[in-house]
């Protein structure tokens, strides 16, 4: 009689306490693939009030497919690349402050121009917001095969991260990440071989003797200057990535 007591209380009471367990589940079950996932972490770039602003330029920009696109932040907004390349179809797609989520939400853009190359340098945002080297390379690598599926022609090159300058005291949150830096350059060395991607060690060609981002190549210890800019483009035309 006890038994069958308590078996009706409960048939009273799940219907009550039903819907706070499967609030619970799925609380858990959503917190567990958050963290599988790896999106617990602030996966918003560092001027957000700017990236729907180049979004909308962007969208305005004319429209041809064939082309040079370089995809990064703030280091690649501030090229003038049509310019430096010598080449009119060259594309800038840098956002200042954007990190390797914002570029993943932003890639459907990106395939529809079918760009014949595809030069790409994110991450240093990340790393000032101290999001792990692991899950940097695994959006990158989430990148690569975005691109390769869907714009197959497309000849993919993956810049290492360049080096900062703390001595030049402008971005704090950045300077203290030089080991994280280059952990995760090995790391995105080892995605682009295992997809078949150029990988562009452009991290060494920046470093002074205190392996710092030489100051003959940056206004602010992060950014780089007109030389910076020159020395880049250079050492892509030396290594035959650009003509």
């Known amino acids: 009689m006890e038994l069958r007591s308590k078996t009706e209380q409960m048939k ?5 306490i039903l819907p706070a367990i499967l609030i619970l589940s799925c609380f858990n079950f959503q917190s567990f693939s958050q963290v599988t996932n790896q999106r617990v972490f602030d996966t918003v770039g560092f001027i957000p009030e700017h990236y ?7 969208e305005k920009e004319s429209f041809s497919t064939g082309g040079i696109i370089f995809l990064g932040n703030s280091i ?15 594309v800038n797609r840098g956002i200042g402050g954007d990190i390797t989520f914002g570029v993943l ?4 853009e990106i395939i529809r121009r079918q760009p014949r190359k595809l030069f790409i340098l994110i991450g240093i945002n ?7 080297d692991a899950v940097i390379a695994d959006n990158v690598r989430k990148i690569i095969e975005r691109v390769q599926q ?11 991260i360049l080096p900062v300058n703390p001595l030049v005291p402008n971005f704090p949150q950045h300077y203290d990440k030089q080991t994280q830096i280059l952990s995760t350059n090995i790391k995105l060395k080892e995605i682009a071989d295992s997809k078949n991607v150029v990988f ?5 060609q920046f470093l002074d003797e205190q392996q710092n981002l030489d100051k003959r190549y940056t206004v602010d ?9 020159d020395m880049w483009i250079k050492y892509l035309r030396d290594n035959l990535f650009l003509p």
Do not use: Q
Request: glycine residues 8%.
């Open 12 to 16: 009273k009471i799940l219907p009550k």
């Open 52 to 58: 729907p602003v180049r979004i909308a330029l962007f």
């Open 76 to 90: 690649t907004e501030m090229g003038d690349w049509k310019k430096l390349t010598g080449d009119s179809t060259a």
């Open 105 to 108: 939400k932003r890639l459907d």
């Open 126 to 132: 990340d790393i000032g917001k101290d999001i792990p």
């Open 150 to 160: 869907e714009s197959s022609k497309t000849t993919i090159y993956i810049h290492s």
């Open 200 to 204: 562009i060690n452009i991290h060494d």
């Open 221 to 229: 210890g992060l950014h780089l200057n007109k030389s910076g800019y």
